[in-house]
């Protein structure tokens, strides 16, 4: 897909309202520091669109981005971020479970997991609450430029075990470094662009 628009379209926090769209969303979430952001701005060829920082936690508001005014992604806060009290914690999770369960557009969610290590039980958690509100997440498997090459497809195979994903589920290994595995990626956006409608 060439990206001919892309625009930060809606920042939501706690208390906003969330938007409604006539246009699909795909929304990209995973434990705060796995590289979401970089994921994000390795797929639109960006600097810093999506803001990246090597402190966890800096995505504390659901940001929707318009792409080609065809669709939108979405990006969420982590979880997992320790710096923050319980009671805020609670708070951003309440608004992460409400937007997945009111919104009408979102199809698809890309759950990102550190391909070093195993899924911690948080990611498993979420990844079962994924799959219990209707989602079939694909998994990204970010930073596999900090693994050798023949450990990938172990590792790959260790984290659809520990998730408990089925074998038909994608797990989609991802470096922000040298941006590998982002045309695998923007194969399955477009499928689900072209596929997917209101």
């Not at 080609?68 to 319980?86: H, T, W």
């Not at 450990?151 to 075990?161: D, L, M």
């Amino acid at each position: 897909m060439v990206i001919r628009s892309l625009e930060l379209e809606t920042v939501c926090g706690i208390t906003s309202r969330l938007p409604q769209h006539d246009k699909i969303e795909m929304a990209f979430w995973g434990r705060s520091n796995v590289g979401k952001s970089s994921l994000l701005n390795g797929l639109w060829n960006r600097k810093s669109m999506a803001r990246i920082s090597s402190q966890p936690g800096k995505t504390q508001t659901i940001n929707y981005y318009n792409v080609n005014s065809q669709f939108y992604m979405v990006d969420l806060p982590g979880y997992g971020y320790a710096k923050v009290s319980r009671e805020l914690t609670a708070k951003w999770m309440k608004m992460i479970e409400t937007y997945f369960d009111t919104s009408r557009a979102l199809r698809v969610v890309f759950l990102l997991i550190d391909i070093r290590h195993d899924p911690t039980n948080q990611d498993t958690q979420m990844y079962r609450m994924l799959y219990e509100k209707g989602f079939n997440p694909l998994i990204i498997a970010t930073k596999s430029d900090k693994i050798k090459k023949h450990a990938v497809a172990k590792n790959i195979a260790r984290i659809r075990s520990v998730l408990g994903a089925d074998k038909e589920t994608p797990v989609l290994p991802y470096s922000a470094l040298n941006r590998e595995g982002r045309e695998e990626i923007w194969e399955y956006i477009d499928y689900f662009v072209e596929n997917m409608h209101i």
